[in-house]
């Protein structure tokens, strides 16, 4: 009889023990924060005015937000359209197939098939291009090709640039520019 009792005792403590781990997960289950985003939108057409002026749209089939992740971003998944007007209303075009732009850096990174083409014909292409919006600065420590409407072309891997492409900085590279002034 004491071996009966035993074995109830152990049969039911083997129970407990199993719903109490089961509860436990539910409960880490429950307090586990997700990552999800704060809000979604689709067909979205952007314009940043600065005085009256546009200075730049921004047009994506999908915009999706997490401004109240750890590090907060917002997400473009479904490709990528940006122009830029300078004060004379010329514009630059930036494409890429996927665009994250980070909140607390104030950094884009532009990925897949990016392709910037200046009012003027210069054209940059590259797998990935981030741009700095404080110092208006490109760079990518990618592979990249620079053709300018000069017939000027360089190409090589990492690059970085002003935003009007007066200034460049290279680090591996090899072309042809016809008209430096």
């Not at 539910?26 to 546009?54: C, H």
């Not at 360089?154 to 492409?165: R, T």
């Amino acid at each position: 009889m004491k071996k009966g009792f035993e074995l109830t005792i152990g049969i039911a403590l083997l129970v407990f023990m199993q719903s109490c781990e089961s509860n436990l997960k539910d409960v880490q289950r429950i307090y586990k924060t997700s990552f999800v985003p704060t809000g979604e939108a689709d067909s979205i057409n952007l314009k940043y005015t600065d005085s009256g002026k546009v200075k730049s749209t921004l047009q994506s089939l999908k915009m999706i937000d997490y401004s109240t992740a750890k590090n907060p971003f917002v997400e473009f998944p479904k490709a990528v359209l940006v122009t830029l007007y300078d004060n004379n209303g010329n514009r630059t075009t930036v494409v890429a197939d996927k665009a994250i732009s980070y909140k607390r850096t104030e950094v884009i990174d532009l990925i897949g098939h990016v392709k910037i083409a200046t009012h003027d014909g210069k054209i940059l292409t590259t797998n990935q291009l981030y741009f700095d919006q404080k110092n208006e600065w490109f760079f990518t420590e990618e592979a990249f090709n620079f053709n300018g409407s000069d017939g000027s072309f360089l190409q090589g891997v990492g690059i970085d640039f002003s935003k009007d492409f007066k200034i460049f900085n290279m680090q591996n590279n090899n072309g042809e520019y016809n008209n430096i002034k």
